[in-house]
């Protein structure tokens, strides 16, 4: 079984899964949808869920850097409790503070483009934070 990486935004949704053996996470897309349209996101992740054999969801929380929770985290929160009613799947929470700068770090350090960048970087952040949750699960 495979786990599924999410980096949730306001109109996007980054996308990343791992292999099998649940070793390595590589990025899928970072999925567009109209801001306040959570359905629209939902629906792409039941569609994954139907393409592929999934056994968790890892879903980036996005706490503030002194560990406090703020808006961001509120609408997190509020698409992990959509899923839940969607899906039987585990979905775990992982903090990701530092995705989103790593990620442009990493692209900036392979030579992307600002737009490729840009168009990219949260489909980086989900590859990133499924990454961590696999090498905790790992050390465990």
Avoid: C, W
Avoid at 11 to 17: C, M, P, Q, V
């Amino acid at each position: 079984m495979k786990v599924l990486g999410l980096d949730y935004g306001d109109a996007s949704l980054g996308i990343a899964i791992s292999d099998k053996e649940q070793t390595l996470a590589r990025g899928l897309e970072n999925y567009r949808f109209k801001q306040g349209e959570d359905s629209q996101a939902l629906n792409k992740v039941l569609s994954l869920l139907k393409e592929e054999p999934i056994s968790t969801i890892v879903l980036g929380y996005p706490k503030n850097m002194d560990g406090s929770e703020g808006v961001q985290a509120d609408k997190t929160q509020a698409f992990k409790t959509l899923l839940e009613t969607h899906t039987n799947h585990p979905i775990k929470l992982v903090d990701e503070r530092l995705s989103s700068k790593m990620a442009k770090q990493t692209m900036m350090f392979g030579n992307k483009s600002r737009k490729k960048r840009r168009s990219t970087v949260d489909e980086m952040s989900a590859v990133l934070i499924l990454q961590d949750y696999l090498d905790q699960q790992k050390n465990k």
